[in-house]
């Protein structure tokens, strides 16, 4: 019969064809240390509030009427506006960890026949206490641009409420007329600056001791290694449960700024210039500030 495990007394390793509690630790090992999350939704919404309109001579002033067409007044317009964006390409990238223990070389091979405890140097090379420190503050970085989002059209309105500017087609005031005007869409995204998925905490390493007998197993056909404690005080079972499920990085950092620059306005006929003195027409823009958005909305996923 081929040899299914071995514990080797000499230098306090185990070496097995099988699992320990249903996990490959090899297996785990690896994963742990090569293992990304996919990240989906949003980043955070940011609202772009009472832009100013300017005219390209700087002016801020516009000849501006109620709806009834009564009243004029020359006053300052502004618009305002909010928006977001999809997860577009970020991802997390390979985990970053790291770990001041290591590998115990005691050359010894213990089980606690009260509990199943077993105590060694490594598992098929896989130090169990080193793994689960690796696990434990494992962080990822991430890659990749938000998804581009078309910015809605933006209203403007004068400092008392009215809608209606004075425009027309040109700077000599051709077809001049009374109409409401808005900042017409225009797509934009940003680039990941810092966005990370901050450590992961798991508080303990230890199982807890199952009921039950045997406390240790080894089973003939498979190899497998049943026991009722942990390993070098770690829950492999649930270590590898933890793993399996774990989303609770916490989203830091933002995107990279970006300004959508100067946005020039358009009335609802079409016309692009607009009344700021007796005999002066200027085409005129609102200007989204330099913003970004920050990552603590997006939605980790399982391990993959």
């Not at 306090?12 to 989906?40: E, R």
């Not at 007044?73 to 990238?93: F, M």
């Not at 869409?185 to 450590?199: R, T």
Request: charged fraction near 15%; hydrophobic fraction near 35%; include cysteine.
């Amino acid at each position: 019969m081929a040899r299914v495990a071995l514990l080797d007394a000499s230098t306090g390793q185990v070496t097995l064809s099988g699992t320990v509690d249903g996990v490959n630790l090899a297996a785990l090992n690896t994963a742990i240390q090569n293992h990304d999350h996919v990240l989906s939704g949003n980043v955070s919404t940011v609202a772009s509030g009472n832009m100013t309109l300017t005219g390209t001579g700087a002016q801020t002033s516009f000849n501006m009427c109620n709806d009834a067409e009564t009243s004029t007044d020359y006053q300052s317009a502004r618009g305002s506006d909010e928006h977001t964006h999809t997860v577009g390409s970020l991802a997390s990238d390979v985990e970053t960890a790291s770990t001041l223990l290591s590998a115990k070389s005691d050359g010894e091979i213990t089980i606690d026949s009260a509990t199943g405890d077993l105590v060694c140097d490594t598992i098929d090379g896989v130090a169990p206490e080193v793994l689960y420190d690796r696990y434990h503050g494992h962080w990822h970085t991430v890659t990749g641009s938000t998804g581009s989002t078309t910015l809605d059209a933006i209203p403007i309105a004068g400092a008392n409420g009215w809608t209606k500017f004075r425009v027309a087609s040109d700077s000599s005031g051709t077809g001049a007329a009374w109409e409401t005007v808005t900042v017409g869409p225009g797509a934009h995204s940003h680039a990941n600056s810092n966005i990370a998925l901050s450590a992961f905490s798991y508080p303990s390493g230890a199982g807890s001791n199952d009921a039950g007998n045997p406390k240790f197993a080894i089973a003939a056909a498979s190899g497998n290694i049943s026991l009722k404690g942990d390993v070098n005080d770690i829950g492999i079972a649930q270590l590898k449960a933890s793993y399996d499920a774990h989303t609770a990085h916490s989203r830091t950092g933002t995107t990279a700024s970006h300004s959508a620059g100067q946005a020039y306005a358009t009335s609802s006929g079409g016309k692009t210039y607009f009344q700021v003195g007796a005999s002066t027409w200027v085409r005129a823009y609102l200007q989204r500030p330099d913003h970004s958005h920050n990552g603590t909305t997006l939605s980790v996923a399982t391990p993959s």
